[in-house]
Nanobody, 120 residues
């Protein structure tokens, strides 16, 4: 069973870059069966899909966040990463890394979530 774990700073200052790592176990991020996504949930709001990195490294982003978001990976460590630039307090959220089944493009396993607060 695929397991995911987010890690990174819990506090980021406005205008800086938010950086998170997702470490995957129980499955390779290069297997063609999966893609790997980032989703966030601001306090009191619903889930927001941010973007995805495919098994071949191709990336796709939410149009709302595309100008500020970058998803990359390190296949040697079986990790993928999120960078969100020029953050504001509105980027405060719980950030999740999520496994995507490419057969039906449904979300599978989720990490436990990482709380990130944007504040001076």
């Amino acid at each position: 069973q695929v397991q995911l774990q987010e890690s990174g700073p819990g506090l980021v200052k406005p205008s800086q870059t938010l950086s998170l790592t997702c470490t995957v176990s129980g499955g390779s991020i290069t297997t063609r069966y999966y893609a790997w996504s980032w989703i966030r949930q601001p306090p009191g709001k619903g889930l927001e899909w941010m973007g995805v990195i495919n098994y071949d490294g191709a990336t796709y982003y939410s149009p709302l966040l595309k100008s500020r978001t970058s998803i990359s990976r390190d296949t040697s460590k079986n990790q993928f990463f999120l960078q969100l630039m020029s953050v504001t307090p509105e980027d405060t959220a719980v950030y999740y890394c999520v496994n995507v089944d490419r057969d039906n493009w449904m979300f599978g396993s989720w990490g436990q979530g990482a709380q990130v607060t944007v504040s001076a």
